[in-house]
T-cell receptor
Framework: GENVEQHPSTLSVQEGDSAVIKCTYS??????FPWYKQELGKGPQLIID?????GEKKDQRIAVTLNKTAKHFSLHITETQPEDSAVYFC?????????????FGSGTQLTVLP | ETGVTQSPTHLIKTRGQQVTLRCSSQ?????VSWYQQALGQGPQFIFQ???????GRGNFPPRFSGLQFPNYSSELNVNALELDDSALYLC???????????FGEGSRLTVL
């Protein structure tokens, strides 16, 4: 099955700086890679996703890049703000199987210091 | 548009008991997935329901079971609770299978 590794586990940045979170996956057949933000006491919220036929996707201050050859993908947040503080999870979904469930990384606690 | 709602939000059970968690999917979504999130970990896939049938299962024992109803709402049942079952149980719905997952706030289960 799929295995997703996520680094770093914790990340502190100054407000206005950029933050980068990296993930690697094991199954070359995976073709969908979402990122979720989870605030304390809440469920994960989808913030951006990328499919395997695209190398980069951007949505305002958030961007995701995908390197299929190396089997890794990254989340980039620019001009960080205190409200970006949360736990971020990457995930990968296999392209086969009936449920095609998401396999999640272990999360990154991002703290944006004012 | 109503999002995914789960109940109860918190509950405490003792080892050996049984629990039922409930989920209402987002309007227009026909697929429901359940995930278990232990403290400090990423969510782990339990199973998925599509058109009232189990559509895939993760590495969880048979004492984890579920249902999906004609209105696409769903239940997760766990029998013979163990201490390690303490976790946040997340329900996610999608418009189809596969599709973008939208999560509820979760049900926090504590087993004593």
């Amino acid at each position: 099955g799929e295995n997703v590794e996520q680094h770093p586990s914790t990340l502190s940045v100054q407000e206005g700086d950029s933050a980068v979170i990296k993930c690697t996956y094991s199954d070359s057949a995976s073709n969908y890679f979402p990122w979720y933000k989870q605030e304390l006491g809440k469920g994960p919220q989808l913030i951006i996703d990328i499919r395997s036929n695209v190398g980069e996707k951007k949505d305002q201050r958030i961007a995701v890049t995908l390197n299929k050859t190396a089997k890794h993908f990254s989340l980039h947040i620019t001009e960080t703000q205190p409200e970006d503080s949360a736990v971020y999870f990457c995930a990968a979904r296999e392209s086969s199987g009936s449920a095609r469930q998401l396999t999640f990384g272990s999360g990154t606690q991002l703290t944006v210091l004012p | 548009e109503t999002g995914v709602t789960q109940s109860p939000t918190h509950l405490i059970k003792t080892r050996g008991q049984q629990v039922t968690l409930r989920c209402s999917s987002q309007s227009g979504h026909n697929t429901v997935s359940w995930y278990q999130q232990a403290l400090g970990q990423g969510p782990q896939f339990i199973f998925q329901y599509y058109r009232e049938e189990e559509n895939g299962r993760g590495n969880f024992p048979p004492r984890f079971s579920g249902l999906q109803f004609p209105n696409y709402s769903s239940e997760l049942n766990v029998n013979a609770l163990e201490l390690d079952d303490s976790a946040l149980y997340l329900c996610a719905s999608s418009r189809t299978s596969p599709g973008e997952l939208f999560f509820g706030e979760g049900s926090r289960l504590t087993v004593l």
